[in-house]
């Protein structure tokens, strides 16, 4: 039986529950996907109800989901997104925000956050999210979960609403490392190895805070990192510049947004919410040279963080600039506040990096995520780190 949506998570008025195709890794194990998966039968939301009304029933379900109910797991809804996946916040204009439950005046962070406050709240046992531009990560922080955003085509997208096709990736939170590793083993067909990472490198620049108290909480878990007995380095991620990284990530998603959902959104832009639309809005600007020289950029900085962070190589970062923001921010505070968060999120977008962001720390009460980026393909080592750093 599906729970009690006491957390606002899961999509109004549709009641999924689909059993698992036979037992396996994951019984009896229950969880949720976000409404940009296709779910045979049902329509395929992308947060939008003018979108949802106006397309048919997904015809099959996602390759991604099919892992889990092929392994026993068993399907409990769809969960809130922010509208076509496009925000960090996880305010949702027609469904209403998701509960953050560690921090019930501050948001949950986007666009995953239906599927955060289903874990958080504890009315699944884990749940399938998408990170574009920090859409796992984000709400992992912010909510107090584990969370990873797998290696860029690691895990089938079909099936899946797409945003930008070139960043987009699968993602799962969870309440714990162990069920992260659980679920990774299935999700990435393998089992997590050991933990044997090479070296930790600490982006210094990404602790940089000026507030004191945080300041404190950053110095004691580098200190704290000691007891590990593995080198640590030290690195700036903001050379080149994270202006640099941002306006790549931007120029290259709003394009291919664009190509992939500019007719329909332009007929219906009044049909979504002011922060939503007034983003919406700018994504034709780009023009297609401007993409292609972002692309040539992409490749440049994809090769400077190949050299830095090589396989079996470990970063090290806050994986937001702090705690989650309250929530009921004017428009201009909600823009402010997504471009410093992209400073944190954006490296593992551009350069289509696994990070998984673990709950090790807090500030004035609420959760403040630690992550772990490592090269292309190492999503088991960063979940294996998960279960070492997680136990400090």
Same mark, same amino acid.
């Given at each position: 039986m599906k729970?009690?949506?006491t957390?606002n998570?899961?999509?109004?008025?549709?009641?999924?529950?689909?059993?698992?195709?036979?037992?396996g890794k994951?019984?009896?194990l229950?969880?949720?996907?976000?409404?940009?998966?296709?779910?045979?039968g049902?329509?395929?939301g992308?947060?939008?109800?003018t979108w949802?009304?106006?397309?048919s029933?997904?015809?099959a379900t996602?390759?991604?989901?099919?892992?889990?109910?092929?392994?026993?797991?068993?399907?409990?809804?769809?969960t809130?997104?922010?509208?076509?996946?496009?925000s960090?916040?996880?305010?949702?204009?027609?469904?209403?925000?998701?509960?953050?439950?560690r921090?019930?005046?501050?948001?949950?962070?986007? %666009?995953?956050s239906?599927?955060? /406050?289903?874990?958080?709240? *504890?009315?699944? #046992? =884990?749940?399938?999210?998408?990170? &574009?531009?920090?859409?796992?990560?984000?709400?992992?922080?912010?909510?107090g979960?584990?969370?990873?955003?797998?290696?860029?085509?690691?895990?089938s997208?079909?099936?899946?609403?797409?945003?930008?096709?070139?960043?987009?990736?699968a993602?799962?939170?969870?309440?714990?490392?162990?069920?992260?590793?659980?679920v990774?083993?299935v999700?990435l067909g393998?089992?997590?190895p050991?933990?044997?990472?090479?070296?930790?490198?600490?982006?210094?620049d990404?602790?940089e805070?000026?507030y004191?108290?945080k300041?404190?909480?950053?110095?004691?878990?580098i200190?704290?990192?000691? %007891?590990?007995?593995?080198?640590? /380095?030290?690195?700036e991620l *903001?050379?080149? #510049? =994270?202006?640099?990284w941002?306006? &790549?990530?931007?120029?290259?998603?709003?394009?291919?947004?664009?190509?992939?959902?500019g007719?329909?959104?332009f007929?219906?832009?009044n049909?979504?919410?002011?922060?939503?639309r007034?983003?919406?809005?700018?994504?034709?600007?780009?023009?297609?040279?401007?993409?292609?020289?972002?692309?040539?950029v992409?490749?440049?900085?994809?090769?400077?963080?190949?050299?830095?962070?090589?396989?079996?190589d470990?970063m090290?970062?806050?994986?937001a600039?702090?705690?989650?923001p309250l929530?009921?921010?004017?428009i201009?505070?909600?823009?402010?506040?997504?471009?410093?968060?992209?400073?944190?999120?954006c490296?593992? /977008?551009v350069?289509?990096?696994?990070?998984?962001?673990?709950?090790?720390?807090?500030?004035?009460?609420c959760?403040?995520?630690?992550?772990?980026?490592?090269?292309?393909?190492?999503?088991?080592?960063?979940?294996?780190?998960?279960r070492?750093?997680?136990?400090?």
């Amino acid at each position: 039986m599906k729970p009690a949506d006491t957390c606002n998570a899961f999509v109004p008025g549709e009641m999924i529950t689909v059993k698992p195709n036979r037992e396996g890794k994951l019984s009896p194990l229950t969880f949720a996907v976000k409404e940009v998966y296709d779910v045979k039968g049902f329509v395929t939301g992308a947060g939008n109800p003018t979108w949802k009304s106006m397309h048919s029933e997904a015809q099959a379900t996602a390759p991604a989901v099919e892992l889990l109910l092929n392994e026993g797991a068993t399907l409990l809804g769809k969960t809130i997104s922010d509208e076509m996946a496009f925000s960090l916040d996880g305010e949702n204009f027609h469904y209403g925000t998701p509960l953050n439950s560690r921090c019930r005046q501050r948001i949950p962070g986007g %666009s995953s956050s239906g599927s955060a /406050a289903a874990v958080a709240g *504890g009315l699944v #046992d =884990f749940a399938l999210g998408t990170d &574009t531009a920090g859409s796992m990560r984000i709400p992992a922080s912010y909510c107090g979960l584990y969370s990873i955003r797998t290696t860029h085509g690691a895990i089938s997208m079909q099936g899946v609403h797409p945003l930008a096709q070139s960043f987009d990736a699968a993602g799962w939170f969870a309440r714990t490392p162990e069920m992260l590793a659980r679920v990774g083993s299935v999700m990435l067909g393998s089992e997590i190895p050991e933990f044997n990472a090479r070296r930790l490198i600490i982006a210094r620049d990404l602790f940089e805070t000026a507030y004191p108290a945080k300041a404190a909480k950053y110095h004691a878990f580098i200190r704290s990192l000691s %007891s590990l007995n593995i080198e640590i /380095a030290e690195a700036e991620l *903001g050379k080149p #510049d =994270f202006t640099t990284w941002i306006e &790549t990530l931007r120029c290259i998603q709003w394009w291919e947004l664009n190509q992939a959902h500019g007719e329909w959104i332009f007929r219906h832009l009044n049909d979504f919410g002011a922060e939503i639309r007034g983003r919406l809005e700018k994504i034709p600007s780009v023009t297609r040279a401007e993409m292609e020289e972002k692309r040539q950029v992409r490749k440049q900085l994809t090769g400077w963080m190949e050299n830095l962070l090589p396989p079996g190589d470990i970063m090290v970062f806050p994986t937001a600039p702090g705690i989650a923001p309250l929530r009921g921010r004017s428009i201009d505070e909600a823009r402010a506040s997504r471009l410093n968060t992209l400073r944190h999120t954006c490296i593992a /977008a551009v350069a289509g990096l696994p990070q998984v962001s673990l709950p090790l720390l807090e500030n004035d009460g609420c959760p403040l995520g630690i992550s772990v980026m490592g090269a292309r393909g190492q999503d088991g080592l960063l979940i294996a780190a998960a279960r070492v750093f997680g136990k400090e």
